[in-house]
């Protein structure tokens, strides 16, 4: 093991899961919303048929708070049990 403290574990497991859905979040909210029924009607101009760029980035990050919250906990736990979990004798 490691020179590593479980807290300095703890905490860059925490800033991962922090980093990781700040970046995925917004591009899984424009996934959604092009692959939505409603794009068309939503995220274009119906008279030049171009996409209405503000639209469909304005709150890319609304609800990201509740996210993070979530998967927080876990993201932080789960290097910690690892690092501390005994090596697999069965693997070379």
Known sequence: MS????????L?????AFTVDLLVYPLDTLKTRIQSPDYTRLYTNAATKAINKPALFRGLYQGVGSVIIATLPSCTVQPATASTAPPNPTQP
């Open 12 to 16: 860059a497991g925490a800033i991962a």
């Open 3 to 10: 020179g590593n403290t479980n807290t300095d574990i703890l």
